[in-house]
């Protein structure tokens, strides 16, 4: 696959992730009726991807490529990943603090990571266990464990 393919590629999932954050924007919106509750549940949906610049970093050193990071070469290079702000883990945990604090800012992060997660989930052609943090940690963040039909590839 030509780099130009998968640039087009992230920008057709980021489309979707955009899409789906404003969905979690009018969702809590609409039930809270608060601007700032559905901001941050939008926003939390967008800026869990900057996690991408960890595995980025851990390649590259402090440079910058932007095709770099728009084609997921960095994983290839390692062969892993890592993306420490992944993890369906996140946003069970926030919704059990939710649950005790009952302050709506909880839900709020625990949604937009959710549909963030959800969309990875059915773009990325990955295992089924591959979202959750403990899997990847306990696999070795392997690439070829995380992505179906890695060596095809």
């Keep these: 696959m030509d780099y130009r393919d998968n640039i087009v590629e992230t920008f057709k999932d980021e489309s979707i992730h955009f899409v789906a954050a404003i969905a979690v924007f009018v969702v809590l919106f609409i039930y809270y009726n608060n601007m700032?509750?559905?901001?941050?549940?939008?926003?939390?949906?967008?800026?869990v991807d900057i996690d991408h610049l960890f595995d980025y970093?851990?390649?590259?050193?402090?440079?910058?490529?932007v095709k770099a990071v728009f084609t997921g070469e960095v994983f290839a290079a390692s062969k892993?990943?890592?993306?420490?702000?992944?993890?369906?883990e996140y946003a069970a945990i926030l919704l059990f603090v939710f649950y005790v604090t009952?302050?709506?800012?909880?839900?709020?992060?625990?949604?937009?990571?959710f549909i963030h997660y959800l969309v990875d989930f059915f773009t990325n052609h990955v295992e089924?266990?591959?979202?959750?943090?403990i899997y990847r940690i306990l696999i070795?963040?392997?690439?070829?464990r995380i992505i179906k039909n890695y060596a095809c590839r």
């Design 80 to 88: 892993k990943i890592i993306l420490p702000l992944h993890g369906w």
């Design 36 to 47: 700032a509750f559905a901001l941050v549940g939008f926003l939390s949906s967008l800026i």
């Design 128 to 133: 089924p266990l591959s979202y959750f943090i």
């Design 140 to 144: 070795g963040f392997d690439i070829k």
């Design 57 to 65: 970093f851990l390649v590259k050193g402090f440079t910058f490529d």
């Design 102 to 113: 009952r302050n709506p800012v909880f839900v709020s992060i625990s949604l937009g990571l």
